[in-house]
């Protein structure tokens, strides 16, 4: 008897154990009450990197980072952060492939598991912007008490800043610039000698295509490629922008739909433009290796450094600092940098930037916004410039060019002049992405390039009206 | 004559009702020690499930701001019946599926009929056959994406030595999903081999060993004595394997992304693609994914009614 009893009294205590987890893991988290004018931080002091001062030393932020080189330097530094401010820092860090739905899962969460995290003003941070995911940065840019006066936000380019405001938001700032990269030309020097073929004159996109056949007729045997560039990479289409923008010429475009939709969200994916722009795209796939429709941006990069590719088209200039180290590169020192050449409409490119945000959500935000003032600082920039050659900061720029080289740098300037931002965010456009991406590949596969875009518009038309775009 | 009476005393019980009750409580307690589990999978399996069935009758696009949820009634079930990617995917993911289970069913026989006829080194061979089974999903198909590499990957530098052709296995929409089935069949040939191995161990020995002693070849043996009894075995192996390759995504996820043109885009990866992956359409992706499992459902179904319970 006893022994049943005992069992029965064990039972009861396990459902009632049980039913209390389960209770409290469905109880409503509580809401951040952390305000930016908290009353408890003491004044400004002077300090080798403009944070504000000290907090209790107990405290703890969460950071969610994309691999990139910003991150990888930011991680070597965050200790000192730690050692001014007695906050520990914890970091994330995640392949970008698996970084996007990570960051709109935990942003949707009543209590997301990071306080601040890197973001790209495209369709995850418009996502995050409209369900009010993100927290606007103006308070604590304006506030003396929480921000230094030589942190010096107006020192940030602004049309690399104002990236960062979404559309209806009136001028809000969801996010601080990190790192810029503009979409240009990377090639072999020592290759083209070889060939003498004289890159200064090479002043089109049609001039450079008659060189990269001779490329290929040189060097194809030998295992180097003509030309490599992004395939079948879910981030495509962004670098895709610049190449359609060389073919776009002067006329407008709507910002957040680039050059696809009109003001009537008609889509335009058979203006002439468009389509060279992807027949362009298709042209320099077809100049890769075996495989090179199934290209990351990783991929190309590695083929690059590796010396198996004789150029490479419409990428990041953040992948100058690859090329130029010597444990990831074994062409260091061949490299040419140029801008985009032009082509018989135009002549332009995009550039794009990441940035660091705050979840609305965070408990925890004058903590988070301490880590983000320090990580974008003119001092740390001046360290992560230094991997990622692509700075925001005007006072960056005019210190660090020389170290960045006058190739590098002129390229950039060059680039920049032409550059338009190229990010495209609306309700639907990640299917929009998905059928470029099918377009572009099925063109370099054989496909016939009218028919294919023909076909791409009439499916962006029933996806934006699917979605309430369009009537 | 004495008469003896029994006379039952307030609250005294026959022995008829002692046990009732003591049945009755043991019942009770049965269905109470269950509570906990019940409680669990209430929370963790019927609610979402609920919850996700009355969602898929929403337009939900988180794009668009999860605030704004109007309910459409049956309209998201009306557009995947034209939605040509979710059929495509489909038709990728049974292409997929009876790929591999027919050469992982065949090779799986063979593997076992193998390891039960030798004695000695079984138990290492059996061992080595589980290898494969123990690494995960994305190990798997990051190993072997590097592997099929069209240049630099080793199956081609191999076929390469041999003065084949070195075909591009992943970028080729004609040779992708085969590519990803063998990928399967390396991964998870061994739980077949599990199974149907455990089935030709249990079968008696004397019948086998009477028809040897009457002359019957191997091919006599398998026929007629083994197979009929390994039917049961093999309807087991078919109707797991079933369910699993039906909802694989990592290796079409990981392998090559669903490309070449969606040629490798398997049903799960679509459905993840138009929720949480990408397009954060949560009330579409929601009657994706129960219609897809309705399929499933209506398939095994099918391959249960129509493979024999016992020959």
Redesign the interface.
């Known amino acids: 008897m006893k022994h049943a009893q005992l069992k029965?009294v064990l039972?009861v205590l396990?459902?009632v154990a049980?039913?209390a987890s389960?209770l409290a893991a469905?109880a409503p988290a509580s809401q951040p009450t952390d305000a930016p004018k908290a009353a408890d931080q003491s004044a400004t002091e002077a300090a080798p990197v403009a944070t504000t001062a000290a907090a209790p030393s107990d405290q703890v932020v969460n950071v969610l980072l994309d691999s990139h080189p910003w991150q990888q330097v930011i991680e070597k530094h965050v200790q000192e952060f730690t050692d001014q401010t007695g906050i520990k820092v914890n970091i994330t860090v995640l392949g970008e492939d698996v970084y996007?739905?990570r960051v709109?899962?935990g942003l949707?969460s009543d209590t997301p598991p990071f306080d601040v995290f890197m973001l790209s003003p495209n369709?995850t941070g418009?996502?995050g912007y409209?369900?009010n995911w993100i927290a606007p940065l103006d308070d604590y840019l304006n506030d003396a008490t929480l921000t230094s006066a030589s942190y010096n936000f107006t020192d940030i380019y602004p049309y690399i800043s104002d990236g960062f405001k979404f559309p209806d938001s009136n001028g809000k700032q969801y996010g601080i610039p990190l790192t810029m990269e503009t979409y240009m030309l990377f090639y072999r020097k020592d290759l083209f000698q070889e060939q003498n073929i004289d890159v200064s004159s090479l002043k089109t996109i049609d001039d450079w295509m008659a060189a990269l056949d001779k490329i290929q007729a040189a060097y194809k045997d030998k295992g180097i490629s003509a030309a490599v560039i992004r395939g079948?990479d879910?981030t495509m289409p962004d670098e895709l922008l610049a190449a359609v923008n060389d073919y776009w010429g002067d006329r407008s475009f709507l910002p957040q739909r680039m050059f696809y939709f009109d003001q009537n969200w008609v889509p335009q994916f058979t203006d002439p433009a468009v389509v060279n722009g992807f027949k362009l795209w298709a042209k320099l796939i077809d100049y890769g290796?075996?495989?090179?429709?199934?290209f990351t941006w990783n991929d190309c990069v590695r083929q690059f450094a590796d010396g198996k590719a004789a150029t490479y088209w419409f990428d990041a200039s953040v992948f100058g600092s690859i090329f130029e180290d010597p444990s990831q590169s074994s062409v260091v020192g061949k490299v040419g940098y140029a801008a985009i050449p032009a082509t018989a409409t135009g002549h332009g490119t995009t550039h794009w930037a990441w940035g660091l945000s705050m979840a609305e959500k965070s408990a925890n935000k004058t903590n988070a916004w301490k880590f983000m003032e320090w990580a974008t600082s003119p001092e740390i920039e001046k360290e992560t410039a230094q991997s990622t050659f692509g700075p925001v900061r005007a006072s960056t720029w005019a210190t660090m060019s020389d170290k960045f080289g006058a190739e590098f740098s002129s390229a950039v300037d060059q680039n920049l002049k032409i550059s338009v931002p190229g990010y495209m965010y609306?309700?639907?456009?990640?299917?929009v992405?998905?059928r470029i991406i099918?377009a572009v590949?099925?063109i370099s596969?054989g496909e016939d390039p009218d028919k294919t875009m023909k076909t791409l518009n009439d499916e962006a038309a029933d996806i934006v009206k699917?979605?309430?775009l369009a009537k | 004559m004495l008469q003896e009476t029994i006379t039952l005393k307030p609250n005294q019980n026959r022995p008829g009702l002692i046990r009732k009750r003591k049945i009755n409580q043991k019942k009770v307690?049965g269905y109470?020690?269950l509570?906990?589990a019940l409680?669990?999978a209430g929370?963790i399996i019927v609610y979402p499930l609920l919850y996700g069935a009355w969602t898929s009758f929403f337009q939900w696009?988180?794009?668009?701001?999860?605030?704004n949820k109007a309910f459409i009634g049956l309209q998201n079930y009306v557009?995947l019946l034209s939605d040509e990617y979710f059929w495509g995917a489909l038709k990728n993911t049974l292409y997929f599926t009876f790929l591999s289970l027919i050469i992982e069913l065949l090779l799986g026989l063979g593997i076992a009929l193998l390891l039960n006829g030798i004695t000695k080194g079984s138990l290492v061979l059996r061992t080595v056959m589980m290898f494969p089974l123990m690494i995960s999903d994305i190990v798997a198909a990051l190993m072997w994406k590097m592997l099929l590499?069209?240049?630099s990957g080793v199956i081609n530098q191999f076929l390469l030595s041999l003065h084949l052709s070195a075909p591009?296995w992943?970028?080729n929409s004609h040779l992708v999903i085969p590519a990803i089935s063998m990928v399967d069949v390396w991964w998870q040939t061994g739980n077949i081999v599990i199974i149907l191995l455990a089935g030709l161990q249990s079968l008696p020995r004397e019948p086998i060993e009477m028809a040897q002693v009457d002359g019957a070849n191997k091919f006599q043996l398998f026929i007629y004595l083994m197979w009929p009894q390994l039917i049961p075995f093999v309807k087991t192996a078919v109707v797991f394997r079933l369910i699993d390759l039906m909802r694989v995504f990592a290796l079409s996820w990981a392998i090559?992304?669903g490309?070449?043109?969606?040629a490798s885009e398997v049903s799960q990866l679509y459905i993840y693609?138009v929720g949480?992956?990408?397009?954060?359409?949560i009330g579409y992706s929601i009657s994706l994914a129960f219609t897809f499992a309705i399929i499933v459902f209506i398939l095994i179904g099918l391959v249960n009614k129509l493979l024999p319970e016992k020959n």
């Not at chain 1, 290796?289 to 199934?294: E, I, R, Y």
């Not at chain 1, 609306?426 to 299917?431: I, K, N, P, R």
């Not at chain 2, 490309?259 to 969606?262: E, K, M």
């Open positions: 029965k039972f396990v459902v049980t039913v389960m469905c996007w739905d709109s899962l949707s369709q418009y996502t409209q369900n079948q879910s290796p075996v495989g090179s429709t199934a609306f309700t639907g456009s990640g299917e992405v998905d099918d590949i099925k596969q699917q979605n309430g | 307690l109470l020690y509570l906990p409680l669990i929370v696009n988180w794009t668009a701001g999860m605030q557009q590499d069209p240049s591009n992943l970028g090559t992304g490309g070449p043109v969606r693609k949480m992956g990408k397009y954060l359409n």
